[in-house]
Nanobody
């Protein structure tokens, strides 16, 4: 089992920045991909960024060039630096982990088995 705990959400004006953190514990060596999902009001859940155990990163088109995912060591802790925030970035952000093959996790054909409780990001115009 893996436990994920997010922190760092909050409220910011458009154009501002926030950094989210995710701390993983438990059987973290089973994790192949870690990522950040978000779900805004009335929207479907979206995978916005992911990083593999080898360090390769993937970003949704909606956040490319604005969000950067990084980590301190192999898998823990995980950071999401969010710059140039827009009101449409308002959402609950969830840290998640996938133990499947990288490609299958990124295209979401493999299940993301572990989830944090979420942290709210609110961007005002």
């Amino acid at each position: 089992q893996v436990q994920l705990v997010e922190s760092g959400g909050g409220s910011v004006q458009a154009g501002g920045s926030l950094t989210l953190s995710c701390a993983a514990s438990g059987n973290i060596f089973s994790i192949n991909i870690m990522g950040w999902y978000r779900q805004g009001p009335g929207k479907e859940r979206e995978l916005v960024a992911a990083i593999s155990a080898h360090g390769s990163t993937h970003y949704a088109d909606s956040v490319k060039g604005r969000f950067t995912m990084s980590r301190d060591n192999l898998r823990n802790p995980l950071f999401l630096q969010m710059n140039s925030l827009k009101p449409e970035d308002t959402a609950m952000y969830y840290c998640a982990a996938c133990t499947g093959v990288e490609h299958m996790c990124v295209i979401q054909e493999a299940p993301w088995e572990y989830w944090g409780q979420g942290t709210q990001v609110t961007v005002s115009s």
